[in-house]
Structure formats: structure tokens, C-alpha cells
T-cell receptor
Framework: DTEVTQTPKHLVMGMTNKKSLKCEQHMGHRAMYWYKQKAKKPPELMFVYSYEKLSINESVPSRFSPECPNSSLLNLHLHALQPEDSALYLC????????????FGSGTQLSVL | DQQVKQNSPSLSVQEGRISILNCDYT??????FLWYKKYPAEGPTFLISISSIKDKNEDGRFTVFLNKSAKHLSLHIVPSQPGDSAVYFC????????????FGKGTLLTVNP
């Protein structure tokens, strides 16, 4: 199993809503990532969890709240988002995080109204 | 400050011919380089990587060349197929910055039948 599974695939939410994005992998990877990608732009790193601990927060606004309940799961909790937060949110994982390839999920296309 | 540059936003080639995608980098600390392929509304898919101790890596139709003195790498696809049409991202990391993958802006490859 070399997949990173993300749900939901599409999400539309209002600025007052609370929603969560979910990500799962069963490759035994110990590093998990959240990226944000706008159209015609490269993916931008948001958060990194290493061995279930938050290692990197790229100065992401607090309306985005990551959570890593266990080594296979990664969540991104969303609250009071702005329309400019509309983007493709990508989850990725890698074995250890040290100079290696990332496996990406297919993403959640988020629209904030 | 763009540390990984893909100066060609798009490239069009005929089926069966060679596609050459280029990437330049400015950070001399980068020592691991990757190419990803991405279809619209999907996550990037890993294609091929190369360590800075090598100057060439080959995998089937895909070959990556690294010229460290010029801080330049290229991806060759031979022969090109219509299914190769996608956005190709060059990415780089350095051993001293675990977890951080720096992406270029991508090149849209179109392979015409």
C-alpha cells in the first residue's frame, strides 16, 4: 500500500464554519506534512509532524490547526477561514523526513465562501 | 527569493520525441533533487530523484541530469507520450534542513499526438 488517502476530495465552507480535513497512510512513514497549493503555483509547506510531534509550523495563521492522533493519521482543523484560503490542500508523508521523496495524497479542493 | 527556478512555464513536443525540462537552483546547500508530475486537482506524483553525489539517474523513459557547477538539472523524457502531458515540478532539499522541500513553479508539458 503506497497510498496517502485524503478526505474529503472537495469541501465548500462558509467563513463561520468549522471543518476538518483528514489524511491517512499505512506505509509506516513517520513524517507527515500539510501543503497548500494555489492554482498555477507550487505547493507551499504549512506543517510537518515527525514521530507524531509538530516539527515545523511555517507561520500559518491559527485558523488552521493541525493534529496528529497517531502515526497513520493527520488532521487539519479549519475555523473562521477567509476566501483567500481557498486552495488545494495536500497531505504528504515520508519515511523519516530526511532528504527523501514525499508521497502525496490527491488533495482536498477547498472553497471558502 | 526563489531558490528553485523553472524558467519555462510551458513546453510542447510531438509524441515520440524527446522532452527536456530544465531547472536551476541558487542554494549551494541543496544536495537532493526530485521531479514530480502533477495532473490538475490531483496531488504530485514522484517521478525520479538524484543525489548530489551523482550526475545522472535513469528510470525507464525518464533520466535526470545534474550539473552541480552550473546549479542546473534537467529531466529528459524519451520517447514522450500523450499521457506525459502534465505539470512537472522540480524540487530540492538539503541535509541540514530536514523535511523542507523547495519547489519550483512548474512547467506545463503538452505532448501532441
Amino acid at each position: 500500500d503506497t497510498e496517502v488517502t485524503q478526505t474529503p476530495k472537495h469541501l465548500v465552507m462558509g467563513m463561520t464554519n468549522k471543518k476538518s480535513l483528514k489524511c491517512e497512510q499505512h506505509m509506516g512513514h513517520r513524517a507527515m506534512y500539510w501543503y497548500k497549493q494555489k492554482a498555477k503555483k507550487p505547493p507551499e509547506l504549512m506543517f510537518v509532524y515527525s514521530y507524531e510531534k509538530l516539527s515545523i509550523n511555517e507561520s500559518v495563521p491559527s485558523r488552521f490547526s493541525p493534529e496528529c492522533p497517531n502515526s497513520s493519521l493527520l488532521n487539519l482543523h479549519l475555523h473562521a477561514l477567509q476566501p483567500e484560503d481557498s486552495a488545494l490542500y495536500l497531505c504528504a508523508s515520508s519515511l523519516t523526513g530526511f532528504n527523501e521523496k514525499l508521497f502525496f495524497g490527491s488533495g482536498t479542493q477547498l472553497s471558502v465562501l | 527569493d526563489q531558490q528553485v527556478k523553472q524558467n519555462s512555464p510551458s513546453l510542447s513536443v510531438q509524441e515520440g520525441r524527446i522532452s527536456i525540462l530544465n531547472c536551476d537552483y541558487t542554494n549551494s546547500m541543496f544536495d537532493y533533487f526530485l521531479w514530480y508530475k502533477k495532473y490538475p486537482a490531483e496531488g504530485p506524483t514522484f517521478l525520479i530523484s538524484i543525489s548530489s553525489i551523482k550526475d545522472k539517474n535513469e528510470d525507464g523513459r525518464f533520466t535526470v541530469f545534474l550539473n552541480k557547477s552550473a546549479k542546473h538539472l534537467s529531466l529528459h523524457i524519451v520517447p514522450s507520450q500523450p499521457g506525459d502531458s502534465a505539470v512537472y515540478f522540480c524540487a530540492a532539499s538539503d541535509s541540514g534542513s530536514n523535511y523542507k522541500l523547495t519547489f519550483g513553479k512548474g512547467t506545463l508539458l503538452t505532448v501532441n499526438p
